[in-house]
């Protein structure tokens, strides 16, 4: 890493090389904290991740910093540059996480994370045995949250680049703890008025992450005022698409078609996934078009999509059929593709698997979203940076990583299940 001297800053400054309309100590804080995030999202050059990182059966227990440093450098050796967490004050993983990454910066110039720092919003009575008022909100965590968020923001503005507001907090489906917009644009404009004041980057950007519904692209129960009042004060839209739960509650797209009854089980498993990839399309360009509707013009990445490699029932063997490494790996590809495609960032879901999500279900899918499992075997669509070496020495709880299935393809593909046929009727249960 290359650092401006005052006097090179002083000669670019004279050479006419610097704009005037920021002084030279200003262009030398920018290049000390790095990209922006309008520099950063929608780049392909910062491939972008969700991250929990959590190992056990309760997120009690956080990894410490030392934990964290074994997923950056293994995160960085799979090319990602940029990642999202969940929770800024009610756990310390966010904060760890940042020291993390600040200390890895420090032992080698050429490492490089970013992060887009998540601020959890909650209703009214959000996880408790009371009734959630929908209506309200939990003043007390989501303060706690936004603050922490603006703190870990301005004592890293090297690494935060992005502050989300909620997750998928909006949503109706979120019975436990959405929210109304009104609560999220409140901290919104919150974080703008800071923004505006100097108390925090104008180089961070503002947004909220949630459901391609909450923004607009589906019901038209969530076209409100105040939906378009948050379109207007967020820097950009966070949108998540998740064609693989679709696949039992929206099963439409769902399933091999009559006319490719012929194909190979292969090939009919990859016609469907590619029509999955279509339906995340169709998604996204619902809240595209509700946006263009308002007259407006907002930058949209996706927040959040993903697909689960095992599951007990709804995606499993008795269910839709969609939860296996074949599809998990055809879908990864499709959305890292269609990222390229669109010219925007897709936040993966997710890096690792996580247990605590449904501890007593060893097999619930919510455990199984990520790229590498908590065997350290590395699922099918990065078994190639197996064979290319990319985490040789790097290893996760003192243990090395490895191909699942030990890299054998047939073994892979005898757990591939074949999606239902969808003669035009699927419908959900």
């Not at 996480?97 to 110039?109: M, P, R, V």
């Not at 005022?225 to 967020?234: C, F, G, P, S, T």
């Not at 099918?380 to 040789?392: E, N, S, V, Y």
Request: charge should be negative.
């Amino acid at each position: 890493m290359k650092f401006y001297s005052r006097y090179v800053v002083l000669t670019l400054l004279l050479s006419g090389l610097i704009g005037c309309d920021k002084t030279s100590e200003d262009q030398y804080k920018d290049h000390l904290n790095g990209p922006t995030a309008k520099e950063i999202l929608g780049n392909p050059n910062y491939p972008a991740i969700s991250y929990g990182g959590y190992r056990e059966k309760t997120r009690d227990d956080v990894p410490t910093v030392e934990d964290l440093k074994e997923d950056m450098q293994i995160l960085f050796a799979m090319g990602v540059r940029i990642l999202r967490t969940y929770n800024a004050s009610q756990f310390p993983q966010a904060e760890r996480i940042l020291e993390a990454i600040k200390q890895l910066k420090q032992a080698d110039a050429d490492f490089e994370m970013y992060v887009m720092i998540g601020a959890w919003i909650d209703c009214k009575n959000a996880w408790t045995d009371i009734p959630p008022v929908h209506e309200e909100e939990s003043e007390e965590n989501n303060r706690a949250e936004i603050e922490m968020a603006v703190t870990l923001a301005n004592q890293y503005p090297d690494i935060v680049k992005v502050i989300a507001v909620g997750n998928e907090a909006m949503v109706h489906w979120a019975t436990k703890y959405f929210v109304y917009p009104k609560t999220i644009l409140r901290w919104v404009n919150y974080l703008q008025d800071l923004k505006k004041n100097g108390q925090l980057s104008n180089d961070v950007w503002i947004t909220s992450s949630d459901n391609y519904e909450s923004w607009g692209g589906g019901h038209k129960n969530y076209h409100i005022a105040d939906l378009e009042a948050l379109i207007k004060a967020v820097d950009f839209l966070s949108v998540h698409t998740y064609p693989f739960h679709d696949s039992h509650y929206n099963p439409n797209y769902w399933g091999v078609l009559e006319g490719e009854q012929d194909l190979s089980e292969v090939e009919q498993i990859e016609a469907t996934m590619l029509r999955a990839k279509q339906y995340a399309i169709s998604q996204y360009q619902g809240v595209a078009d509700y946006v263009q509707s308002l007259g407006l013009e907002k930058p949209i990445h996706i927040g959040e999509t993903g697909w689960s490699s095992v599951a007990a029932s709804l995606y499993g063997a008795s269910g839709s059929k969609a939860a296996d490494e074949l599809k998990l790996g055809l879908y990864y590809q499709h959305m890292r593709d269609w990222e390229k495609e669109s010219g925007m960032s897709v936040f993966y879901f997710e890096a690792f698997d996580e247990q605590w999500k449904d501890p007593n279900d060893v097999n619930g899918s919510e455990n199984h979203f990520g790229l590498i499992g908590l065997d350290n075997k590395v699922k099918f669509p990065l078994w190639d940076l197996i064979d290319q070496q990319a985490f040789q020495g790097l290893s996760r709880g003192g243990k090395s990583l490895g191909k699942s299935y030990d890299g054998d393809w047939h073994a892979l593909l005898k757990d591939a299940e074949l999606p239902p046929l969808n003669n035009g009727t699927n419908s959900a249960d």
